[in-house]
């Protein structure tokens, strides 16, 4: 069975060389999903906890954004997301769960 496509009409922009306004969306909101993910990685290696206020708080802020960019490239058409069967979740829980379960056995042996 196909996936279905989950989407809207998308908005007509020009085909040309030049950046047009879906080009320019996508790339600001590759940028602040990058930002989000580095700001997590600062987050975790903060020792000053007046550093680590500072830096969830921006980190909040780039997420808020990075989340209206996305709805805003998905209202346009510009962002298209699949729809996948309950048979494809359940393989990949599945999978998820055995590796999990291979992690657990490789720790209690290293106690």
Request: some cysteine; charged content about 30%; overall charge negative.
């Given at each position: 069975?196909?996936?279905?496509?989950?989407?809207?009409?998308?908005?007509?922009?020009?085909?040309?060389?030049?950046?047009?306004?879906?080009?320019?969306?996508?790339?600001?909101?590759?940028?602040?999903?990058?930002?989000?993910?580095?700001?997590?990685?600062?987050?975790?290696?903060?020792?000053?906890?007046?550093?680590?206020?500072?830096?969830?708080?921006?980190?909040?802020?780039?997420k808020?954004?990075?989340r209206?960019?996305?709805?805003?490239?998905?209202?346009?058409?510009?962002?298209?997301?699949?729809?996948?069967?309950?048979?494809?979740?359940?393989?990949?829980?599945?999978?998820?769960?055995?590796?999990?379960d291979?992690?657990?056995?490789?720790?209690?042996?290293?106690?």
């Open positions: 069975m196909a996936e279905k496509k989950i989407c809207n009409k998308e908005v007509k922009v020009p085909a040309t060389m030049c950046l047009n306004d879906r080009d320019y969306l996508l790339d600001v909101l590759e940028s602040e999903k990058n930002m989000a993910v580095n700001l997590s990685i600062a987050l975790n290696e903060a020792s000053n906890e007046n550093l680590y206020g500072i830096i969830e708080e921006i980190a909040d802020q780039v808020a954004v990075q209206k960019l996305y709805n805003l490239a998905f209202q346009n058409g510009w962002y298209i997301l699949e729809e996948i069967s309950q048979k494809k979740m359940d393989e990949k829980y599945n999978s998820l769960m055995k590796k999990y291979e992690l657990n056995e490789c720790d209690a042996m290293g106690e």
